[in-house]
């Protein structure tokens, strides 16, 4: 039981990773503000470390992880072009960023009880992931 709840939960939080990055990608070329560039660049290098830890878990238990799912994926795109697209803007950028990360505690807090029988190592990697999420959406909330 441990086994699989440990590889479930890394799965999980290797898909919500994958995901953060992939956001982030997608707004910051809209960023006008050299401050929420930064702001967003910190925030991919630590998704980017997390991913390489999740990469690194996944690896000892010979599992390959988890992509966010395409229809996620396609709608988190197709939100982010239509926002962008009626409104260029920082305030755009920091709106999408808070929607995404609220959604990634959620889940991430959803699984963590889900799986509480996974070890404690990817527990602590759970929660690292939900900090660096709130930490992120606190930082751009003057840009909102």
Do not use: F
């Not at 994958?18 to 956001?23: C, N, P």
């Not at 503000?33 to 996944?58: C, G, P, V």
Request: hydrophobic share 35%; with cysteine; net charge negative.
């Amino acid at each position: 039981m441990v086994e699989q709840d440990t590889i479930k939960l890394l799965r999980e939080c290797d898909s919500g990773v994958k995901m953060g990055i992939s956001s982030i990608n997608d707004v910051i070329d809209y960023v006008s503000d050299s401050q929420l560039k930064t702001i967003l660049k910190k925030s991919s290098d630590e998704h980017e470390r997390l991913k390489t830890d999740l990469q690194e878990l996944l690896g000892q238990y010979h599992d390959e992880g988890k992509e966010p799912a395409a229809m996620a994926k396609s709608m988190s795109w197709l939100k982010t072009n239509v926002k962008l697209k009626m409104n260029e803007s920082d305030s755009t950028v920091a709106d999408l960023m808070t929607d995404g990360c609220n959604m990634g505690v959620k889940s991430l807090s959803r699984y963590l009880n889900k799986y509480q029988a996974a070890d404690e190592k990817s527990k602590d990697l759970a929660k690292r992931i939900i900090c660096e999420e709130d930490e992120l959406c606190a930082d751009v909330r003057p840009y909102l």
